[in-house]
């Protein structure tokens, strides 16, 4: 099915583990960015890609390392969690270049336990 | 740098009420505006979008919003809401050269039965 897949939908770890939330994109979009949703403070930017082998730092990123060897793949790495870090995680893509609008896709979420 | 406002934080309306959500924006430069809807339990997805043209910009299921340049606003209204309308909605804002967008901190809307 073409769409925006993220895996796990739920985990729950400890603190002190690391942790790799996967997002897997089929329209073969440049960009792409990891959100996480908290209440209170809505969706915040952790980390984006503009292509392949080039990200660059969200609003968020401390405590986050991300990778995108592949246009399609773009998994969020937390390499000591925290409890701070326990929310809900959205990858999200979108194509923005010539006419295109910058409209963003958004995964299912992954609703990460930090214990 | 881009930033986005909403100013009502919940809303809670009766059906059959006529809704408007506030949303201004800070940006040096042209923009595409949206606004996103979060069905509870589920991702966000598109209402609707401003990039061009007409200002006054028709969504999904009902829902309408303004692009007012001059006050940097892309406010959202619906004559008539309904119970299937409660949901968390986010206004977005995305610079032609900036690539990534930012979002406000959303408006909580519940319609009562």
């Known amino acids: 099915d073409a769409g925006i897949t993220q895996s796990p939908r739920y985990k729950i770890t400890e603190t002190g583990r690391q942790v790799t939330l996967m997002c897997h994109q089929t329209?073969?979009?440049?960009?792409m960015f990891w959100y996480r949703q908290d209440l209170g403070h809505g969706l915040r930017l952790i980390y984006y890609s503009a292509a392949a082998d080039i990200t660059d730092k969200g609003e968020v990123p401390d405590g986050y390392v991300v990778s995108r060897s592949k246009t399609e793949n773009f998994p969020l790495t937390l390499e000591s969690a925290t409890r701070s870090q326990t929310s809900v995680y959205f990858c999200?893509?979108?194509?923005?270049?010539?006419?295109?609008?910058?409209?963003?896709?958004f995964g299912e979420g992954s609703r990460l336990t930090v214990l | 740098a881009q930033s986005v406002s909403q100013h009502n934080h919940h809303v809670i309306l009766s059906e059959a009420a006529s809704l408007e959500l506030g949303c201004n924006y800070s940006?040096?430069?042209?923009?595409?505006l949206f606004w996103y809807v979060q069905y509870p339990g589920q991702h966000l997805q598109l209402l609707l979008k401003y990039f061009s043209g007409d200002p006054l910009v028709k969504g999904i299921k009902g829902f309408e919003a303004e692009f007012i340049k001059s006050k940097f606003s892309f406010n959202l209204r619906k004559p008539s809401v309904q119970w299937s309308d409660t949901a968390e909605y986010f206004c977005?804002?995305?610079?032609?050269?900036?690539?990534?967008?930012?979002f406000g901190d959303g408006t909580t809307l519940t319609v009562k039965p």
């Open positions: 940006y040096g430069g042209t923009v595409n």
């Open positions: 999200a893509s979108s194509e923005y270049q010539g006419a295109s609008t910058g409209e963003l896709f």
């Open positions: 977005a804002v995305i610079g032609t050269n900036a690539g990534k967008s930012t």
């Open positions: 329209w073969s979009h440049s960009y």
